[in-house]
T-cell receptor, first 112, second 112 residues
C-alpha cells in the first residue's frame, strides 16, 4: 500500500512569490492534515480536513495561506505571498478509521 | 539552520545498550499516544502507540510505558542499533477529537 505522497520534496523561492504544495493521502483515508515543522521542533497543525470539509483551520494564517481538498482526496496548500519566516518543512498526514495518523515525507521550503 | 536542531534534548547511547526516551504530556483528557521516529530529511514514521486504558505495550524491540498519574510516556528501545539514530517525538490525542499535539522531540545518537 502506498503511503502519503507529497510533492515537490524541495522548493526554493524568493520572498513575495507564491508557492503550492500537493498531498495525496493513503487510499481510503478521509482525514487529512497539513502541518508546519520548524527545524528542531515538533509538527504544528495548520489545517485538518474530514473529507472535503476543513474542520480545524484555527492555526492557518489565512492572510497568506490557503488550502483546498475539493474532492475529498488529494489536497493543495498554498502560500501567497511567501515570507522569509515561512521557510520550514510542510508535512501532510492522513488518518483512516483508526486513531493512527501517517505522515508523508514533507516538502522543504526555502524562502530567499 | 542546524544549530536550532542542536538545542533538542539529546540522548547518547552505546550500540547494543537499551535506550529510554521520555515525554511529559499535558492533557489529562488525552486518550491515545503515538511515538514517531524522524530521520533527517524524512517525515515522522509511526513506531508504536498506546491507549490510555493501558500502561504498557510492546512491539519489536520497542516498549511504550504510560503513567497517567504523572502524565508521563516513555519509549524503550532494546539493543539500540545505529539505524535507531533519529529524532523521536511523542504525540497525544485528546479524547473526542482527532487533533494531535506533539512534544519537543529527543535526538537519539547511537555510539559505535
Amino acid at each position: 500500500e502506498a503511503g502519503v505522497v507529497q510533492s515537490p520534496r524541495y522548493k526554493i523561492i524568493e520572498k513575495k512569490q507564491p508557492v503550492a504544495f500537493w498531498c495525496n493521502p493513503i487510499s481510503g483515508h478521509n482525514t487529512l492534515y497539513w502541518y508546519l515543522q520548524n527545524l528542531g521542533q515538533g509538527p504544528e497543525l495548520l489545517i485538518r480536513y474530514e473529507n472535503e470539509e476543513a474542520v480545524d483551520d484555527s492555526q492557518l494564517p489565512k492572510d497568506r495561506f490557503s488550502a483546498e481538498r475539493l474532492k475529498g482526496v488529494d489536497s493543495t496548500l498554498k502560500i501567497q505571498p511567501a515570507e522569509l519566516g515561512d521557510s520550514a518543512v510542510y508535512l501532510c498526514a492522513s488518518r483512516g478509521n483508526t486513531d493512527t495518523q501517517y505522515f508523508g515525507p514533507g516538502t522543504r521550503l526555502t524562502v530567499l | 539552520g542546524e544549530s536550532v536542531g542542536l538545542h533538542l534534548p539529546t540522548l547518547s547511547v552505546q550500540e547494543g545498550d537499551n535506550s529510554i526516551i521520555n515525554c511529559a504530556y499535558s492533557n489529562s483528557a488525552s486518550d491515545y499516544f503515538i511515538w514517531y521516529k524522524q530521520e533527517s530529511g524524512k517525515g515522522p514514521q509511526f513506531i508504536i502507540d498506546i491507549r490510555s486504558n493501558m500502561d504498557k505495550r510492546q512491539g519489536q524491540r520497542v516498549t511504550v510505558l504510560l503513567n497517567k498519574t504523572v502524565k508521563h510516556l516513555s519509549l524503550q528501545i532494546a539493543a539500540t542499533q545505529p539505524g535507531d539514530s533519529a529524532v523521536y517525538f511523542c504525540a497525544e490525542k485528546t479524547s473526542g477529537t482527532y487533533k494531535y499535539i506533539f512534544g519537543t522531540g529527543t535526538r537519539l545518537k547511537v555510539l559505535a
